[in-house]
């Protein structure tokens, strides 16, 4: 399979971040099968499924896999740098009393 450094690269940090989350997720990418077709191939990312990307000398045009980079991306730094959690109630009652507990 041949895809574009970039996915491949987003694909491999993004696996690693879901695995130290303890999280999973899917994406599709467009790729080259080894026929030599453009395709579209579905990973599984959890912290079990091994995943490796090497390089290649290959000419071929890169497919175009921009949208899932950028989701790819995304989710790296949700994962990496999670936004600090915020009450849904932002009033406070004035006293403990007014909590009606």
Wanted: negative net charge; proline residues 8%; charged residues 25%.
């Amino acid at each position: 399979m041949f895809t574009g450094d970039a996915a491949a690269d987003a694909l491999v940090q993004y696996a690693a971040a879901l695995a130290k989350a303890g999280d999973a997720d899917s994406v599709k990418l467009r790729i080259v099968s080894p026929d030599g077709n453009e395709v579209e191939a579905h990973f599984l990312l959890d912290s079990g499924a091994p995943l490796m990307a090497e390089s290649t000398n290959s000419n071929l045009p890169e497919p175009d896999n921009a949208e899932v980079v950028e989701y790819m991306q995304r989710r790296i730094m949700e994962l990496t740098n999670p936004q600090p959690a915020e009450p849904i109630d932002q009033s406070m009652p004035a006293s403990y009393e007014e909590l009606d507990l």
